[in-house]
């Protein structure tokens, strides 16, 4: 395919040592693929909350002033000075952003992996995504059935396949059942469905009470308002029937994976005949995987000696699973990307509009139900 341009406009966060952030567009020169390599024309990718912890790291969005730089629209921020503490490896370096997205390959290198998908449209992983154009090594692309909306194909890889993981997890470590935090989510909503397929009992938790409504109308037996004032003892009652021993929790700060594992304490002291001074042996396993509240991780001791809090990221775990894992994983997203890993976007927009300051206070808000999809090339 020709006719491709000479630039390639890449949006770039910065951390500089005065402590400002400065998000910006840059064109950059259009790459040339290596042989094992294609370009893909990128046509949609989503605002994800892992996208927006490189986009914006620790800076004070309420700072956030715009400016231009050749026509294009410049995001500068204040960092705070624990936040600059933090961000320190960062400082002077330019760094693309965007985990995933969906696009038409426009030119490959001359490997038969690569030539292979040339003319194809396919879902990428790897970062830089936030640009018009993106080339990444073959094996990072994963080829979509012709006809693929690109919207749909956006989204196949963080979501998907951490859901997927989820259940993978569950099994390898010889839990039974899964506890879910944020679960209306677009995630949320795939473990759903993911669960009422696999047969796989799952407690989920929500904020609202139109949240709850929403997974119950796609099939979710277990749901947990964490507004409700009898919250625990409704989340003790669902582990006691479901017998879940593994949590996900996308929250992260706060005290609610130190509940998750008191209840899950609690549902396991009423199978136990005798007493014991150190709580139950049943382990009990608490995944964190988000930082929807970036303040501390509360933990009230109250859930015995058997147990473990950890973090959850998808790549250490897809390493971990091995090529034939991944392999089934990968085909699973491919043959249900319409129905069970359908994403759903609130608001689609160009690269440029990602910039503007009225477009970052909702998108950075994190709101349940509202995600954000962008066009690059319109």
């Known amino acids: 395919m020709t006719d491709l341009p000479d630039t390639n406009l890449t949006m770039l966060t910065l951390v500089k040592p005065e402590g400002e952030l400065e998000v910006f567009f840059e064109r950059r020169p ?32 309420a700072s ?13 921020a204040d960092i705070p000075a624990p936040g600059m503490r ?17 696009g038409l390959v426009v030119k490959a290198g001359a490997s038969p ?7 194809k449209t396919v879902a990428v992983l790897g970062g830089e995504i936030y640009a018009e154009y993106r080339c990444l090594p073959a094996q990072m692309c994963m080829e979509l059935p012709e006809g693929t ?5 956006a989204s196949c890889f963080v979501n998907p396949l951490t859901s ?26 795939m473990l759903v469905k993911i669960c ?40 003790t009652a669902a582990l006691v029937e479901t017998g879940a021993t593994c949590g996900f929790d996308a929250i992260g700060g706060g005290k609610l994976a130190g509940q998750i594992l008191a209840c899950m304490e609690a549902a396991a002291v009423r199978r136990m ?17 988000g930082a929807l509240d970036v303040g501390p991780t509360v933990l009230n001791r109250s859930f015995g000696f058997s147990w473990s809090l950890s973090g959850f990221l998808l790549t250490p775990f897809l390493q971990k699973a091995g090529a034939d894992v991944v392999g089934r994983m990968r085909a699973r997203v491919v043959d249900e990307l319409t129905t069970t890993f359908k994403s759903h976007y609130s608001h689609e927009i160009s690269l440029t509009d990602a910039l503007s300051l009225d477009t970052i206070a909702n998108y950075n808000a994190k709101r349940t139900g509202e995600k954000y999809l962008i066009r690059p090339n319109g």
């Open 164 to 189: 997927l993981a989820f259940t993978e997890t569950m099994r390898m470590e010889g839990h039974s059942a899964l506890v879910h935090t944020a679960a209306a989510s677009n995630l949320g909503q």
């Open 196 to 235: 009422a397929k696999d047969d796989i009992p799952l407690v989920n938790i929500v904020r609202s009470e139109a949240q709850a409504e929403l997974l119950k109308a796609i099939g979710a037996t277990h749901v947990v308002n964490s507004s409700d004032e009898d919250f625990l003892d409704r989340l």
């Open 64 to 76: 956030a002033r715009a400016s231009e730089r050749d026509g294009l629209p410049v995001v500068t």
């Open 273 to 289: 005949t005798s007493y014991s001074r150190y709580g139950s042996d049943t382990f009990k396993q608490v995944y964190i995987y």
């Open 86 to 102: 933090a961000m320190a490896p960062r400082v002077g370096q330019a760094l693309p952003i965007g985990n995933e997205g969906c």
């Open 149 to 153: 909306d690109p919207k749909d194909g």
């Open 30 to 61: 259009m790459p040339e693929p290596a042989p094992h390599e294609v370009l893909v024309r990128i046509l949609a990718t989503p605002i994800n909350p892992s996208d927006l912890g490189l986009l914006f790291g620790a800076a004070d969005m």
């Open 113 to 119: 992996e690569a030539q292979a998908l040339l003319g």
